[in-house]
């Protein structure tokens, strides 16, 4: 039988912590949460409210947080890159952010920054925006889940 680790991905919660409890409590199964930035205060209430590991990078609107921009984590074997796409420019094309997770050699890239949900795979790696926990254009808690096994990563798009 094979044995799958779950995560959660949130970005862009801005001060939302009613929004971050709703997806926390639709997630009880994650062993990871991963919070992409715009608010790393928010990571605390993640921290207070989850067992799960938190790994967390900085936004365009975390100045001076003593947080990195870029984190790399390997979970079944599967390198999966962290940021929150601002400093690769996402909001006029995923260009940079593919060829920055080919050039690391990474199975999925975590973005955020532009509150627009986005999924794809190309040649080989998962680009995965899971949208704005806290302010969407639509009003909804929007997040990502990924199912992490040595086979691969499985991403879905959700929404609260």
């Not at 080989?124 to 990563?153: C, K």
Request: glycine content about 10%; charged content about 25%.
């Amino acid at each position: 039988m094979r044995e799958y680790v779950h995560a959660l991905v949130l970005s862009d919660t801005h001060g939302n912590a009613e929004a971050v409890k709703r997806v926390l409590d639709a997630c009880p199964q994650a062993g990871y949460v991963f919070h992409l930035g715009d608010h790393v205060s928010d990571v605390r209430l993640i921290h207070e409210n989850s067992r799960a590991h938190v790994v967390n990078v900085k936004g365009n609107c975390d100045p001076g947080e003593a947080v990195s921009e870029f984190e790399e984590v390997v979970i079944k074997g599967q390198k999966i890159i962290l940021t929150h796409g601002h400093l690769l420019k996402v909001k006029f094309s995923y260009d940079r952010a593919f060829y920055y997770a080919q050039e690391h050699e990474a199975k999925a890239i975590l973005f955020g920054h532009t509150h627009r949900q986005y999924c794809e795979y190309i040649d080989g790696i998962w680009m995965v925006n899971p949208g704005s926990a806290g302010e969407s254009p639509g009003g909804e808690a929007e997040y990502a889940t990924l199912l992490i096994g040595d086979m691969g990563i499985v991403p879905k798009l959700k929404k609260i």
